[in-house]
């Protein structure tokens, strides 16, 4: 099977607060991040398509990334919660660079 994914994940566990209004967001921990998206575990039900504010804290950098994503998909895990797949739909570009610096970096961690 090829993979056809544009960016690279990394298997990390990043702070990201999610939500539809930044005024009420929730708290998680990403299960893999890339520069294209990210999958949580939340455990309230969203729905594939819906749009949500993010807003991630990469370890290391003190700037919290205000971020947009849609869910592209969703499935439903033991115990009620849910993996949320995302990609971003509004993202800065100096964000999408910090992102893929800090996978570029952890890989070399892991691998070296």
Do not use: C
């Not at 607060?17 to 005024?23: C, E, L, Q, T």
């Not at 398509?49 to 994503?69: F, H, R, W």
Request: net charge positive; charged share 30%; aromatic share 4%.
């Amino acid at each position: 099977m090829i993979n056809q994914r544009r960016f690279e994940r990394l298997m990390r566990k990043v702070i990201v607060w999610y939500g539809n209004d930044r005024k009420q967001m929730t708290g998680s921990l990403t299960k893999n991040i890339s520069a294209g998206g990210l999958l949580i575990e939340v455990k309230e039900k969203v729905d594939k398509d819906s749009v949500l504010n993010l807003e991630v804290k990469l370890p290391g950098k003190k700037d919290i990334m205000k971020l947009q994503a849609r869910v592209v998909r969703a499935e439903d895990q033991a115990g009620g919660s849910r993996l949320l797949g995302m990609e971003y739909t509004v993202i800065d570009q100096n964000h999408r660079e910090a992102i893929t610096n800090y996978i570029q970096d952890n890989m070399k961690s892991v691998s070296g």
